[in-house]
């Protein structure tokens, strides 16, 4: 059987797996429900590298098994003089509910003020920013969050020593009613994620040339040998991973390389992430357009543009994700390799779940 069949996991099947594994370390059944929703969003846009089986592993290295990450958390709202902006201590609380209850907050504040912003310390990964974003902009909004990485696993420019997170960045707009999908910029500031490489392990294959290196500084493709990422784009990259760890200074975050390190950080030292999360409304925006244009008519024309001029078979930031979805919507459930199902598996056993990934029909495309 070739490697690349990929066969189809019910939607049911798929949260009661899921849900079932975050019960059973502990958390409650809404967040339980959450991290279960998200990966199956994240599966179903094609994301592996931020699926339900890397959310899982996160949490086994860095969270509930090891008190990085508190099942059952409850946020703190901080006082703060501005009206649209809101300051939470998360308390190690699990990322994907934090997130979805930020970018809710956001979008109230949006709605009074034109804009809203949580800023967010003492939090737990929330996987795939990407996913957060796109539901706010199906929503009408325009979204933003950007975050610091689990760990300091990325080399700055010119260096040798990883001092930065994969610290991605994830913009969403809405424009489905124009293309039937959000423009999504969704990126680590990396080369890839940490995820891909694992993905990649799990799948039996070499990383991309100028990625990683191995535990001596020296570029590897074998994606058992990584020790650390490289930024994407030299520099450029560098400096789109700098401002994550120092939005997330500004808020009370600690030092990128004691993040999860807690064998090598002092007593009350902070181990967590930071979260920065933002909600545009459309109107806020709106300044003057050319004739008796509206704006989604003056987003539509520039898109055109964009993609006119010999550029017509070029994709848009989340096109690739929105194909994805639409082979999910015909499969008529999510999509996983033999490799993750057997991950899967393993899952469901930890879960108490029965699952029989045999019974489950290959995608006939």
Request: charge should be negative.
């Amino acid at each position: 059987m070739l490697m690349d069949v990929e066969f189809i996991m019910p939607l049911d099947v798929h949260k009661q797996i899921v849900q079932a594994a975050f019960e059973k370390r502990g958390f409650t059944e809404k967040e339980s429900s959450q991290a279960a929703d998200f990966s199956e969003q994240a599966s179903w846009h094609g994301i592996k590298t931020h699926n339900a089986l890397k959310a899982l592993h996160l949490d086994h290295l860095f969270g509930s098994v090891v008190g990085g990450c508190v099942p059952g958390a409850e946020v703190e709202v901080l006082s703060t003089s501005f009206d649209a902006v809101q300051a939470w201590n998360g308390h190690k609380k699990l990322g994907q509910a934090l997130a979805y209850d930020a970018m809710d907050a956001c979008m109230e504040m949006a709605d009074r003020h034109g804009s809203g912003i949580v800023m967010i310390d003492e939090a737990f990964h929330y996987l795939w920013g990407g996913g957060y974003v796109i539901d706010v902009a199906k929503k009408g909004y325009i979204a933003y969050t950007q975050c610091t990485a689990a760990l300091a696993e990325v080399v700055p420019f010119m260096g040798k020593f990883p001092t930065l997170g994969t610290n991605p960045h994830s913009w969403a707009f809405p424009t489905q009613d124009l293309l039937g999908y959000p423009i999504c910029v969704d990126w680590a500031t990396s080369t890839v994620a940490m995820g891909r490489v694992q993905q990649i392990l799990r799948e039996g294959g070499k990383l991309p040339p100028a990625t990683a290196v191995d535990k001596e500084g020296n570029e590897t493709r074998n994606p058992a040998d990584v020790a650390s990422l490289l930024p994407f784009g030299a520099h450029k990259g560098y400096g789109l991973g700098l401002i994550n760890e120092l939005v997330g200074a500004y808020g009370g975050g600690g030092l990128p390389t004691l993040r999860n390190r807690p064998a090598k950080a002092p007593e009350g030292a902070k181990l967590s992430c930071n979260f920065f999360f933002q909600v545009i409304h459309p109107d806020a925006l709106a300044v003057g357009f050319e004739g008796n244009r509206s704006q989604k008519q003056n987003v539509q024309r520039v898109i055109e543009d964009v993609l006119g001029h010999g550029n017509e078979n070029c994709l848009l930031p989340g096109q690739i994700e929105a194909n994805n979805a639409r082979r999910s919507e015909a499969a008529g459930g999510l999509l996983f390799t033999r490799a993750e199902l057997d991950a899967f598996s393993e899952v469901a056993v930890e879960a108490g779940v029965t699952f029989d990934p045999d019974s489950l029909q290959p995608f006939d495309e």
